[in-house]
């Protein structure tokens, strides 16, 4: 079922299917032809399409609230974050620290021949960059929220193409519960997940296991060069302030179960629109081809509309599997 | 296992990670140097988790059944599947379907992977033999067997006999 939560997955996985029933219903055109048994199909099938539109729409309805009441739910919690949880005090350090890997890891990476280690530095700078990128933005909310002034201390640190990030993600923020979404960001990014010995070597790892990774490194390198002893020191300092602000951070919002209530507000958000356009153009069709089809359905027509119908008629069973699948969805939410 | 040792170990296995071979020994073949440390690393890794393992489980006994749950724990820790083979008074062994040196980047020749195997797997049991049974008081020996292209790889320990 995982294949089918890209949207292009399915809609191609839908249309392969539309073709096949087409093509099976084309083959099966000579099975039935009496008009009776057509008027018959045609009005089963629209009652069956009918019953699934209203169906959806009622599941809409259902996903709209269930999203609003968690987007109620976040909001509500939303200033207490910025206030309470995302204090200076913690904010700081957290920058400073991020500030100091950029620069130390950019210096790291220009200096190095190997492109394993080259690669590791630069994921290094990219990480504290976008978690930088995203407490800028927290920092800018927050002020706002306290009606104080911009402070342009942490823009002044950023590059052309970091500034344009940080204004994406002010735009982004359009919503107060919106912050939950950035603050797992950095949470996830930043925390290190117990990874397997032989799954390193190919899992997108955390920044915190970068900064191992580089630390076991410069250790392994400083009997050559004894000015990376500092470097090390320095970045295993500026690991330990991180994993200890941002694991405060990271352990309140498992406490206020966050990643739960968003995760079930993306699938709310997913049904309440690819699935609902999908099962508009795949019910609402056929469901007014149908429509049009019956008043004009005689004795003289059948032989005209027999294929069409033989096509949605199929086409109201595979309605009927889409029906079970987008219920299943809505008991996940 | 207790839920609290069994967060005490999971915080040990996060604090006491592994180098990450894939990047190093690139790096290490490049360099020609730092292989002696990386030894040193390995071996001071599995020596600090085998003490805190042994302090959280409470064994005591220096003998070949602790060391075979230290491996037990450490390669669940680290989500290595293993599988025991022989457990006696002075010999323990396991095989496993899978290890590092398989990972490590294809440009690596099996030469390296070779060299990088011994020291890996010398740094390792040592560390954890001498911790649990007394400075040199075992000798492992490993097959490098998936280096080669086998299935499964195994691991022999065996305590030093007295002459």
């Known amino acids: 079922m995982n294949v089918l939560k890209t949207p292009l997955a399915l809609i191609v996985v839908l249309l392969v299917a539309a073709g096949l029933i087409i093509t099976f219903a084309w083959m099966n055109l000579s099975m039935s032809n009496s008009y009776a048994d057509l008027r018959t199909v045609l009005t089963t099938t629209t009652a069956v399409f009918g019953t699934m539109l209203g169906i959806i729409t009622a599941g809409l309805m259902f996903t709209q609230g269930k999203f609003s009441e968690l987007s109620s739910e976040l909001t509500a919690k939303a200033p207490d974050y910025l206030s309470k949880v995302l204090v200076m005090e913690k904010m700081q350090p957290i920058e400073t620290y991020l500030l100091a890997l950029r620069k130390t890891f950019t210096k790291l990476a220009a200096s190095t021949t190997v492109v394993e280690e080259r690669n590791l530095y630069e994921r290094i700078v990219t990480k504290a960059s976008s978690i930088?990128?995203?407490?800028?933005v927290l920092l800018n909310l927050k002020l706002k929220q306290q009606g104080l002034p911009i402070s342009q201390l942490?823009?002044?640190?950023?590059?052309?193409?970091?500034?344009?990030?940080?204004?994406?993600?002010?735009?982004?923020?359009?919503?107060?519960?919106?912050i939950f979404t950035l603050i797992k960001q950095i949470t996830d990014t930043c925390e290190a997940h117990t990874a397997s010995f032989i799954e390193k070597s190919s899992i997108t790892s955390p920044l915190e296991a970068d900064l191992k990774s580089s630390i076991a490194i410069l250790k392994l390198k400083e009997k050559g060069n004894k000015s990376l002893i500092d470097v090390r020191n320095e970045v295993a300092k500026a690991l330990s302030g991180l994993n200890s602000e941002v694991g405060e951070i990271s352990k309140r919002l498992h406490d206020d179960r966050i990643p739960q209530l968003l995760s079930q507000m993306k699938q709310a958000s997913?049904?309440?629109?690819?699935?609902?356009?999908?099962?508009?153009?795949?019910?609402?069709?056929?469901?007014?081809?149908?429509?049009?089809m019956l008043p004009?359905?005689?004795?003289?027509?059948?032989?005209?509309?027999?294929?069409?119908?033989?096509?949605t008629s199929v086409l109201s069973v595979m309605g009927v599997i889409f029906l079970l699948l987008y219920i299943h969805k809505i008991l996940n939410v | 296992m207790r839920k609290s040792a069994e967060k005490r170990l999971k915080a040990l296995f996060a604090e006491h990670s592994t180098p990450p071979?894939?990047?190093?020994?690139?790096?290490?073949?490049?360099?020609?140097?730092?292989?002696?440390?990386l030894t040193a690393q390995i071996y001071d890794t599995y020596a600090a988790?085998?003490?805190?393992?042994?302090?959280?489980?409470?064994?005591?006994?220096?003998?070949?059944?602790?060391?075979?749950?230290?491996?037990?724990?450490?390669?669940?820790?680290?989500?290595?599947?293993?599988?025991?083979?022989?457990?006696?008074?002075?010999?323990?062994?396991f095989s496993i379907p899978d290890c590092p040196m398989v990972h490590v980047g294809k440009d690596i020749s099996q030469k390296v992977r070779s060299k990088f195997c011994d020291l890996i797997c010398a740094g390792g049991s040592k560390a954890i033999m001498d911790n649990v049974l007394g400075p040199d008081s075992g000798?492992?020996?490993?097959?490098?067997?998936?280096?080669?292209?086998?299935?499964?790889?195994?691991?022999?320990?065996?305590?030093?006999?007295?002459?």
């Open chain 1, 296 to 311: 004009q359905l005689s004795e003289g027509t059948v032989a005209f509309y027999q294929p069409i119908i033989a096509v």
């Open chain 2, 139 to 163: 000798v492992c020996r490993w097959d490098k067997a998936l280096i080669h292209g086998a299935g499964r790889c195994t691991l022999v320990f065996e305590l030093v006999r007295d002459e």
């Open chain 1, 154 to 178: 942490l823009v002044s640190e950023m590059d052309s193409k970091l500034y344009g990030v940080y204004e994406k993600g002010l735009k982004d923020v359009k919503r107060e519960w919106q």
């Open chain 2, 21 to 37: 071979l894939e990047v190093i020994i690139p790096i290490l073949e490049k360099t020609g140097q730092g292989e002696q440390e």
């Open chain 2, 49 to 93: 988790v085998t003490k805190e393992i042994m302090k959280i489980l409470g064994l005591k006994q220096k003998n070949m059944k602790t060391v075979a749950k230290v491996w037990e724990i450490v390669n669940s820790f680290e989500k290595q599947p293993f599988e025991p083979i022989e457990l006696t008074e002075s010999r323990f062994s």
């Open chain 1, 270 to 292: 997913i049904i309440r629109g690819k699935y609902f356009y999908l099962a508009l153009v795949f019910i609402v069709t056929p469901l007014l081809s149908n429509l049009l």
């Open chain 1, 132 to 136: 930088f990128v995203d407490f800028a």
